[in-house]
């Protein structure tokens, strides 16, 4: 059963996360090093590595995602419709239960802040993200490509592969899974 911590202990925790955020960004204007903040990284420059609050945060917000899903275990085979062929890789075939279902639930709280984005640029995306509890270090590639802006999620947890890929063009918003690799630097898996 997940504990669920009390609003002191998440206000705590959030004071102490913008704290740290507060000071290192501090450091790195103070060392002349370029704009801190979320432009950069956006903008394809190194990402930092999350502090373990934030990704203490992070993990606590993917444990309250998925509070309503089977707790994480082997990926097992589905039987599939006796008409249309099994399909033998993708999300369907490489995720377990708990990542399948929890899939849903991130691609619907996200399609839902997004959905009202006028003019939704790499920016704006990616403040909405951050909103959400999704952290900088677990969003890659949030560029834009043509009319949409497009980005991944990396939400591998507990020995999970889920992922997400999104794309918002302020008409259209699609956010479906995707699977990573286990372990390792993050790929969406081809």
């Given at each position: 059963m997940t504990e669920i911590p009390s609003p002191k202990a998440l206000f705590t925790r959030s004071v102490s996360t913008l704290a740290a955020t507060a000071l290192a960004s501090l450091a790195l204007v103070a060392c002349g090093s370029e704009q801190a903040g979320t432009a950069s990284v956006r903008a394809g420059s190194s990402i930092p590595s999350p502090t373990p609050s934030s990704e203490a945060a992070f993990?606590?917000?993917l444990d309250r995602v998925a509070r309503s899903c089977p707790a994480p275990?082997?990926?097992e085979k589905h039987p599939g419709d006796a008409a249309?062929?099994?399909p033998t890789s993708g999300p369907e075939v490489e995720l377990n239960a708990r990542d399948w279902c929890a899939s849903a639930l991130h691609e619907e709280r996200i399609t839902r802040a997004v959905w009202e984005l006028a003019d939704p640029t790499p920016e704006k995306v990616g403040k909405?993200?951050?909103d959400l509890g999704y952290v900088d270090g677990r969003i890659h590639g949030l560029r834009q490509s043509g009319a949409a802006t497009t980005f991944a999620l990396d939400l591998r947890d507990?020995?999970?592969?889920?992922?997400l890929d999104?794309?918002?063009d302020?008409?259209?918003t699609m956010v479906t899974a995707c699977v990573a690799p286990p372990t390792g630097p993050f790929a969406?898996?081809?």
């Open positions: 993990t606590a917000m275990g082997p990926v249309a062929p099994a909405v993200l951050n507990k020995g999970g592969r889920l992922c999104g794309s918002v302020g008409e259209r969406v898996a081809k």
